[in-house]
């Protein structure tokens, strides 16, 4: 997890089941909120580096990164 959404989960990175990429972020969002469901909505996000879908699959050894917008000057 990135910025916004590495702040109010409290962590960078946790490990969360799920056989999909919408399981996972189901379950994170479940996990931190409100606050972090309306970040996901959001964001980018990322299977083992490349853009995913909601029902690209899932491994264990797979990551899903959560990645908020960017803002600055």
């Known amino acids: 997890m990135f910025a916004q959404a590495r702040e109010i989960a409290g962590v960078g ?10 399981e996972v972020l189901e379950q994170a969002k479940s996990q931190y909120g ?5 970040i996901v ?3 980018k996000v990322w299977l083992n580096g ?7 699959p ?5 990551e899903v990164a959560v990645l908020p917008p960017v803002s600055g000057g």
């Open 13 to 22: 990175s946790t490990t969360i089941d799920g056989a999909t990429v919408d």
């Open 34 to 38: 409100e606050a972090f469901s309306v």
């Open 41 to 43: 909505a959001g964001s």
């Open 50 to 56: 490349s853009p995913a879908t909601g029902t690209d």
């Open 58 to 62: 899932v491994g264990d050894a797979d």
